[in-house]
């Protein structure tokens, strides 16, 4: 039986992991559940944002569900973000953002471990300067890429290989010459490569054409937030953070929106379409299919839970 962990976290995650939950158990599968503690709270009760215990259940985990946490504004010393820490222990190299509305039906496949996020900066001038390195490697290209392949695959066929080569000629020409190898190894997909700048445009002007996109993780980032914002925003966009193994962990963009926490309000349908990539996941393809079309045709009724029941009840019916 698969066991799911669900990390509530802090603000309006408390309120639709709750919302998801529900939504899970109206479809009678043979799921196990276990709550763990993590975020800025479980950092001001217990020094840690992402105690030892939460950690110890999720290696134990199929997959983990998390809400969102707030981070301090300012250095707060021995806060780490419990979400990245959590990428980082188990390998989770991929952000998977699948977005879809009238006539588009897309899946970003965003590098969620190097790039311009490795963490390598400095200044010199006396500040005067500052320097941000982009690492890019043949191993996490390789692997994020072969991902996208076999997404491709469960989708339409059509791969776009997002990059700027054409001016990062040494890290994007890496990407570009390893993701064009590693595709010739999936001759049953139509590949294509774009610049970034190019698909930025052509995400707005057709949408439609795209299925599965593949790209570093600075472009990720810019390029999934605007398909968000075409596709219902952000109460509609689910992600997944993806590895080699289990668990995977699968999280609403949104934060812990803490303008409306505490009031029963939240759009609980990121949470919800989370839960459903998480069935895909898990090897439920049917129940996955199932809560995301019902997800997306049923409007937010203003009240977190009361939305989560009326896509429970659907679930029910059948
Ligand atoms: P946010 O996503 O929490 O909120 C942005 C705006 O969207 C707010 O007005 C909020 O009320 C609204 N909103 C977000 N989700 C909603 C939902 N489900 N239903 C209805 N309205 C919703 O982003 P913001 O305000 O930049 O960050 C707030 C906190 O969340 C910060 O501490 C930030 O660090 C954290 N955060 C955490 C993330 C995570 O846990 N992965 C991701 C993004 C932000
Ligand atoms: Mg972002």
Do not use: W
């Not at 276990?34 to 199929?62: H, I, K, M, N, V």
């Not at 496949?109 to 941000?132: C, F, K, M």
């Not at 049923?298 to 896509?311: D, K, N, Q, S, V």
């Amino acid at each position: 039986m698969p066991l799911i962990t669900l990390i509530p976290g802090d603000g309006i995650g408390q309120e639709v992991i709750p919302a998801a939950r529900l939504v899970l158990e109206a479809l009678g599968l043979d799921l196990e559940f276990a709550e763990a503690d993590a975020g800025f709270g479980a950092f001001e009760r217990t020094g840690e944002a992402l105690p030892e215990a939460t950690l110890a259940q999720c290696a134990r985990s199929d997959a983990v569900l998390f809400g969102a946490t707030s981070s301090p504004l300012g250095q707060v010393p021995g806060y780490r973000s419990p979400i990245l820490a959590l990428r980082r222990h188990f390998d989770l190299f991929a952000n998977l953002r699948p977005a879809q509305a009238d006539g588009i039906d897309l899946l970003i496949v965003r590098e969620n471990t190097e790039g311009l996020y490795s963490g390598r900066e400095r200044t010199e001038d006396g500040g005067q300067t500052a320097i941000t390195e982009r690492v890019i490697t043949a191993r996490a290209s390789e692997r994020i890429v072969r991902l996208a392949c076999q997404q491709a695959q469960g989708r339409r066929g059509l791969l776009t290989i997002v990059h700027k080569a054409n001016v990062l000629k040494a890290t994007c020409g890496l990407f570009r010459r390893v993701a064009l190898e590693v595709t010739r190894d999936f001759p049953d997909l139509t590949v294509e490569e774009m610049l970034v700048d190019t698909a930025a445009l052509r995400l707005v002007s057709d949408p439609g054409r795209f299925d599965v996109l593949v790209t570093t993780n600075l472009f990720g980032d810019i390029l999934s937030d605007l398909v968000a914002g075409l596709t219902g925003g952000l109460g509609l966009a689910p992600s997944a953070n993806i590895g080699a193994g289990r668990p995977a962990v699968f999280e609403p963009v949104h934060g812990s929106a803490p303008d409306i926490a505490g009031k029963g309000i939240a759009d609980p349908r990121a949470a919800i379409l989370s839960a459903g990539l998480m069935l895909g996941y898990l090897g439920y393809a049917e129940e996955a299919a199932r809560v995301s079309q019902l997800t997306r045709l049923t409007p937010h009724t203003g009240h977190t839970l009361r939305t989560a029941e009326i896509i429970a009840e659907a679930l029910r019916r059948g």
